[in-house]
């Protein structure tokens, strides 16, 4: 089955038979986790790096920012059975698709917040498809955590 996250929104699964996708990444960053002996995995799809800016949102919809949603993840993770010290961590997006002159430079500000919290708790980054000026799909396989990356006129992994 196939999960759509949308911005500021978080799935997670255990089902071999799941796939757990989101769409034009631009400045947002979709943080794609998976604990490879629980096979469990999921993904966050962050648009501002913290939540100071609106703490009314943030609880609402603690996805929408990487310092509510990334704790959010790891934990709906844990309660599937996965091991943080197990988690891998695949990034994806953070561009600059409408900011030229890099006035707010979000796409980098996402991108930095997340791997601020992920390396404070002991959470690296394995591999990254981020910056740059291209918006991207991407979709992570619960069955064996691979990692597809695609825009309007490519396809690759991660």
């Excluded at 900011?99 to 796409?107: A, L, M, P, V």
């Excluded at 991207?136 to 691979?146: K, P, W």
Aim: hydrophobic content about 40%; charged content about 25%; overall charge positive.
């Amino acid at each position: 089955m196939r999960l759509d996250v949308g911005i500021g929104e978080m799935k997670v699964s255990a089902s071999p038979q799941d796939i757990i996708k989101t769409y034009a990444l631009g400045s947002c960053v979709a943080v794609l986790a998976y604990d490879p002996d629980a096979r469990v995995g999921g993904m966050v799809h962050i648009a501002l790096p913290e939540s100071k800016v609106n703490p009314e949102k943030a609880r609402k919809t603690p996805g929408y920012f990487a310092d509510t949603g990334l704790p959010r993840l790891v934990d709906e993770m844990r309660k599937k059975g996965a091991h943080p010290k197990n988690i891998r961590i695949k990034l994806a997006g953070g561009a600059s698709i409408m900011d030229e002159k890099k006035t707010f430079d979000i796409g980098r500000r996402n991108v930095v917040a997340t791997k601020r919290f992920l390396w404070m708790n002991g959470l690296g980054v394995i591999k990254e498809d981020t910056g740059g000026k291209i918006s991207r799909t991407v979709a992570l396989h619960i069955q064996d955590g691979e990692v597809v990356l695609s825009n309007a006129k490519n396809q690759w992994n991660l």
